[in-house]
Nanobody, 127 residues
Framework: QVQLVESGGGLVQAGGSLRLSCAAS????????MGWFRQAPGKEREFVAA????????YYTESAKGRFTLARDNVKNTVYLQMNSLKPEDTAVYYC????????????????????WGQGTQVTVSS
């Protein structure tokens, strides 16, 4: 059973920072795509950031560019999302996702491209 265990969410004031972590139990996810999505109350789950494979490119949604950084540690099978300059509109449940395969084209931005999901971690940004 593959597991993705997330941590690092919490309550922070606008302008603050948080770092989310996602540890994968299966080493094969060190090679495939890994991403972060978020879902705010009453809204659909949306793409935030993704790395297409361990040696591939990293992409961000427009609102995250310049503020969020995705990093992965293939030795620890862990992916991180460093979030700086947080805004109230960043408030959501953040989900880690993993694919056993590399992600090609623009598939990294679609939830259906990922095989496994974490349980989600709440991020709340107060104004």
């Amino acid at each position: 059973q593959v597991q993705l265990v997330e941590s690092g969410g919490g309550l922070v004031q606008a302008g603050g920072s948080l770092r989310l972590s996602c540890a994968a139990s299966a080493r094969r996810f060190s090679y495939g795509g890994m991403g972060w999505f978020r879902q705010a109350p009453g809204k659909e789950r949306e793409f935030v950031a993704a790395n297409t494979w361990s040696g591939g490119s990293t992409y961000y949604t427009e609102s995250a560019k310049g503020r969020f950084t995705l990093a992965r540690d293939n030795v620890k099978n862990t992916v991180y999302l460093q979030m700086n300059s947080l805004k109230p509109e960043d408030t959501a449940v953040y989900y880690c996702a993993a694919s056993g395969l590399r992600l090609y084209g623009g598939n990294y931005q679609y939830a259906r491209s990922y095989d496994y999901w974490g349980q989600g971690t709440q991020v709340t940004v107060s104004s």
